[in-house]
């Protein structure tokens, strides 16, 4: 695992100059900002720009900000092999849950860090298709994306909930998605870390996380990781992906990339599924996403 020291965690720091790619310089109140949120005469703070927002800018979605669009295109103009991975981590949810639902009777779904609607490939409605009777918690800490997922993934009062919840908590999260009296924990779930876990860093101990939640499940649970990968040392990916993430921790919050044995050790007591195991999904080919399906026996 990284520690805390490890380089591949990166801070937001910003005393550190970005080496000419960043478009609007290194003062908070450069030209572009203007552009980008209207004329000011005072200094102030870079705007916030989220997780959700910049995501949402790759898969095309509208729920993004101008100063989330010029991170997102800068970031696909450093990495452009990680763009697949954004539509290919769609691609493998819709077809993981379609088999969980339709093959092993899962008929429960948490989706942590859901991000912002999709409609028509929403999780719930992935599972809809085939098992109208599936419940599914969705699960965010960003208030934005949980008013729009509130108005956009409740269409059916008793089919999906929304929750305030942070994955770094996973008592606590567990504790409010109990007292929704959505689900039945003594039944099995299919858990979704989808692109989130790269977001807690090494002190965050996503591994803890997980175990934490494992021991509110019940046995013949799924757990689904999404996450993007460290390439080795010889992989010419390594550094613009390095650079990328870079960006990435200093605009938006710290990324941290992890190896495949750093992404497979992230299942804890979830037994990974062989074929295929961790793997990049086919329509990523090229990025460094790798994604699994765990179970819990
Ligand atoms: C990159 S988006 C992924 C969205 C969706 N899971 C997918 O794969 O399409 C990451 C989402 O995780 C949320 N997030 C980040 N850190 C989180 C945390 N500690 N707890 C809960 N959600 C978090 C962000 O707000 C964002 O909506």
Same mark, same amino acid.
């Given at each position: ?13 910003? #005393? ?13 109140? #450069? ?255 090229? #990025? ?10």
């Amino acid at each position: 695992m990284t520690s805390p020291d490890d380089p591949r965690t990166v801070r937001r720091d910003w #005393s550190q100059p970005w080496p000419g790619i960043w478009p609007w310089g290194d003062t908070p109140d #450069s030209d572009i900002l203007d552009e980008v949120t209207g004329p000011h005469s005072e200094p102030r703070p870079r705007p916030t720009a989220t997780p959700a927002g910049v995501y949402g800018r790759w898969l095309a979605g509208k729920d993004n900000r101008a100063h989330e669009r010029v991170i997102a295109e800068t970031m696909a103009e450093i990495a452009p092999f990680q763009r697949a991975g954004v539509t290919a981590n769609r691609d493998w949810l819709a077809t993981q849950i379609h088999d969980l639902v339709t093959q092993q009777q899962i008929r429960q779904l948490i989706d942590v860090g859901c991000g912002y609607p999709l409609p028509g490939a929403n999780l719930h409605e992935i599972a809809h298709r085939t098992a109208p009777d599936a419940r599914t918690v969705y699960v965010d800490n960003d208030e934005v994306v949980l008013a729009h997922a509130r108005a956009l993934m409740t269409d059916d009062a008793s089919a999906t909930v929304v929750i305030d919840g942070d994955a770094r908590y996973p008592d606590h999260l567990f504790d409010t998605l109990e007292a929704t009296g959505h689900l039945d924990l003594t039944r099995p779930v299919a858990l979704i870390f989808a692109a989130v876990l790269h977001l807690l860093t090494p002190d965050d101990d996503p591994a803890r996380v997980v175990t934490a939640c494992a021991n509110r499940l019940a046995p013949g649970s799924y757990l689904l990781i999404s996450h993007v990968a460290l390439p080795d040392e010889d992989d010419p990916r390594r550094q613009p992906t390095l650079d990328a993430a870079a960006l990435y921790s200093r605009d938006v919050m710290p990324f941290t990339l992890r190896t495949y044995q750093d992404i497979a050790a992230l299942f804890g007591p979830f037994t990974l599924l062989d074929p295929p195991g961790l793997a990049t999904p086919p329509t990523g080919t090229g #990025s460094t996403l790798l994604a699994g399906t765990g179970r819990l026996s």
